[in-house]
């Protein structure tokens, strides 16, 4: 069965710092892709980054970086020099070869000024 | 183009009361799912479609639930009788997948039911 892990439920960091949000996944599909969406104050869900299971590289892109680990099934979201804007509720979800996609629990991050 | 349509954006009802909620996916995508998100339980799969036939229907939390999704452009989710506990925000989702679903997930702004 699938499953998503977002063990943190609440984190609370000062304006410029940086965080890691932390994913753990389990899944016994040999393709799968994983994700991560964010959820602001106002409701909507966007899309952040999609990974799929044969392609390890980490990536960057601005201030966020992803790190997927297939060793240790993890799929970490990092956000380097944190700003006000980037409070919100960040998703990890996992995509199984087919189409089911189920989401962790979410992480609030609360970034203050 | 546009994105992901969903209808109400908010119904108040009282309990035993038939809702129906709409969804209109992002024409070309072949994917449609609808999930519910509570406080409690976060953001829960109820059924996705592919090609307009449901797949997995297993979140579906009761009989009172049924989702339907007559062509490519239309679903409903439909609660009959609504309760109380149905109160949530109920988002409908299409994405393309082929057969291999890569795609993420397009979101509309999702439908606030409240059960009075």
């Known amino acids: 069965a699938q499953k998503v892990t977002q063990a943190q439920t609440e984190i609370s960091v000062v304006e410029k710092e940086d965080v890691t949000l932390d994913c753990v996944y389990e899944?016994?599909?040999?393709?799968?892709?994983l994700f991560w969406y964010k959820q602001p104050p106002s409701g909507e869900l966007v899309f952040l980054i999609r990974?799929?299971?044969?392609?390890?590289q980490n990536e960057i892109s601005g201030r966020y970086s992803w790190n997927f680990q297939k060793s240790t099934s993890s799929f970490n979201f990092t956000i380097t020099a944190s700003q006000v804007v980037d409070s919100a509720v960040y998703f990890c979800?996992?995509?199984?070869?087919?189409?089911?996609?189920?989401f962790g629990a979410g992480t609030r991050l609360f970034v203050k000024a | 183009d546009a994105g992901v349509i969903q209808s109400p954006r908010h119904e108040v009802t009282e309990m035993g009361q038939e809702v129906t909620l709409r969804c209109k996916p992002i024409?070309?995508?072949?994917?449609l799912f609808w999930y519910r998100q509570t406080m409690m339980r976060g953001l829960e799969l109820l059924i996705y479609?592919?090609?307009?036939?449901?797949?997995?229907d297993s979140g579906m939390p009761e009989d009172r639930f049924s989702a339907k999704m007559p062509n490519a452009s239309f679903s409903t989710l439909k609660i009959q009788p609504s309760e109380p506990r149905d109160s949530a925000v109920y988002f409908c989702?299409?994405?393309?997948?082929?057969?291999?679903?890569?795609?993420?997930?397009?979101f509309g702004e999702g439908s606030r039911l409240t059960v009075l």
């Open positions: 989702a299409s994405t393309t997948g082929g057969g291999q679903g890569t795609g993420e997930l397009f």
């Open positions: 899944t016994r599909d040999t393709t799968y892709y």
């Open positions: 990974r799929n299971s044969f392609d390890e």
């Open positions: 979800a996992l995509r199984d070869g087919g189409f089911k996609t189920i």
């Open positions: 024409s070309g995508h072949n994917s």
């Open positions: 479609f592919n090609n307009n036939v449901p797949i997995d």
